[in-house]
């Protein structure tokens, strides 16, 4: 922790030599601090920190797999990235430590994005950008494009990948309140994040997203998100988080919808006095992407793009990949010291647990002895502003989205009827009216026969279910291979997406 303690001084002097917009605050100390027994946990604290998505085939499988254990084992959640996972990682290993990604995320290119993909997480993101290329797509050149990548992605060996900037199901906040409805359906049990980008307006964006009934949003800085990014892009374009979640916070607050999300910032996040700061800005969650890979043995070497990483973390070689030195131990103490410097700070500022924290701008003030001619011209009480609302109003996450699957006709009617084949496998057959009210038919049965049995564990056609009448969105979306949805009539946008092996034979009424 000493060592830890040294890398964090001087991290934090860097930021104060005006580096970073945190760089030119002050935190206000109480005279009397507060014991630092009497603060929230280091466990508590860890699990509000996440890693960054990084994909695999970005990173190599012993980088990815790394990761995921190590923020398993202290409670926190690691992310997949747009490359989809092997579904080897979710069956826990012999000694109980998890491989598998807690955060699932869904990009625009879907590569890997299956009903069993979905079903093993606690947390699915919608990357709608990406901190460095706020409007850029991803990119994985076709030399990473490996077998072992190209069969966990679904796509063909050595043929480059390339996510398109917008999502195809994506032109309109109806369109995404449509996709979040659609994932929940898909794992009733899963928070559903909506990651954004600081950049001018991210308030309005995000007001947006919470009322299409996100759980949580995610303001991401322009230094983080560097990962298949641009030269031109990471140098010129996006905001700092400091000022993308300042905004977030505020507009959330001002309509109060605060207490309905998480808000969750990432980039270039590296001590414990860049969480407290992002907390006091309005943050609860807090994602680490670099500075975890760093520990894991990455040296900045800048040649992730060219599969040559020499230490085994970037590349997809399996001659380099055994070079590879990280351990999951060097994450968890990273992590933990982390949380243990959180701790040592929120006790000088009066704080015993993190929610008191968070919106806390009370507790920043610009620093006074700074005679850059710069940094003179800077005013940061916009970002320091406390918006005047009733004292009733949440700060922070305190109520679920109600995501209406009590009344989604799965809920109500198709796993009563399919009780047969989810409990014993039996062949299920109905017949059934449906108007296009009824969402996404037929993706929360699906997503149950996935869970108990993954992917192919029934034979196909073991549920047959004919539907009479106009189909809502999303009819059929992320339905397994023993699924056959039978539609006399006619279905509204998104019929099929994500199909998982499922069948949907669709005809006009007859006669």
């Not at 010291?337 to 968070?358: K, N, P």
């Not at 992917?455 to 009819?475: E, K």
Request: with cysteine; hydrophobic share 35%.
């Amino acid at each position: 922790y000493e060592n830890f303690k040294k890398f964090s001084a001087l991290v934090n002097d860097q930021s104060t030599q005006l580096h970073t917009l945190r760089g030119l605050l002050d935190l206000k100390l109480e005279p009397d601090p507060i014991d630092i027994d009497e603060v929230e946990s280091v466990e508590s604290i860890c699990k509000r920190f996440k890693t960054g998505a990084m994909s695999y085939g970005a990173i190599s499988l012993e980088a990815h797999e790394s990761l995921a254990i190590a923020m398993n084992r202290i409670g926190g959640r690691s992310n997949t990235g747009e490359g989809g996972e092997d579904p080897l990682r979710y069956v826990p290993d012999p000694n109980g430590d998890s491989r598998k990604s807690a955060i699932k995320q869904v990009a625009s290119g879907r590569f890997g994005v299956t009903s069993e993909y979905l079903v093993n997480c606690d947390e699915i993101q919608i990357k709608i950008a990406q901190g460095a290329k706020p409007g850029e797509g991803g990119q994985l050149p076709g030399k990473k494009v490996y077998p072992w990548i190209a069969k966990v992605r679904l796509s063909t060996p050595g043929v480059g990948l390339i996510s398109p900037p917008p999502h195809h199901d994506i032109y309109s906040i109806e369109d995404l309140a449509e996709l979040i409805h659609d994932l929940k359906n898909a794992n009733q049990r899963a928070r559903i994040n909506v990651k954004l980008v600081s950049e001018v307006g991210v308030g309005t964006i995000a007001a947006g997203v919470a009322k299409g009934h996100a759980d949580v949003i995610l303001v991401s800085g322009y230094d983080g998100g560097t990962g298949a990014s641009p030269q031109s892009s990471i140098q010129h374009a996006g905001l700092p988080w400091e000022l993308g979640l300042a905004e977030t916070h505020q507009t959330l607050l001002v309509n109060n919808l605060r207490s309905r999300v998480v808000l969750e910032t990432d980039g270039q996040m590296k001590t414990g006095r860049d969480v407290v700061i992002a907390a006091l800005l309005g943050a609860e969650e807090f994602g680490f992407s670099t500075a975890p890979l760093v520990v894991l043995g990455c040296i900045m070497m800048r040649v992730c793009h060219l599969d040559t990483c020499p230490v085994g973390v970037a590349t997809q070689n399996p001659e380099l990949r055994k070079k590879f030195t990280g351990d999951p131990a060097h994450v968890v103490n990273f992590m933990r010291f982390i949380a243990e410097e959180v701790r040592e700070i929120m006790a000088q500022l009066g704080f015993r647990t993190i929610d008191e924290m968070i919106g806390r701008t009370d507790k920043l003030e610009m620093k006074r002895a700074i005679d850059h001619w710069k940094a003179k011209g800077i005013d940061l009480s916009e970002v320091l502003f406390e918006p005047d609302v009733p004292a009733d109003w949440g700060r922070y996450r305190q109520m679920e989205q109600d995501h209406g699957l009590k009344d989604a006709l799965d809920n109500k009617v198709l796993l009563e009827i399919c009780k047969p084949a989810l409990e014993a496998g039996t062949p299920v057959e109905a017949i059934l009216p449906i108007r296009n009210v009824n969402r996404t038919v037929g993706t929360i049965l699906g997503s149950e026969i996935t869970r108990r049995y993954g992917t192919d564990g029934l034979p196909p056609d073991t549920v047959r279910l004919h539907f009479n009448g106009s189909a809502g969105q999303s009819f059929g979306a992320f339905i397994p291979d023993s699924m056959t949805l039978i539609l006399e009539g006619d279905s509204n946008d998104y019929i099929g997406k994500g199909l998982s092996g499922g069948k949907i034979i669709v005809y006009p009424p007859k006669g």
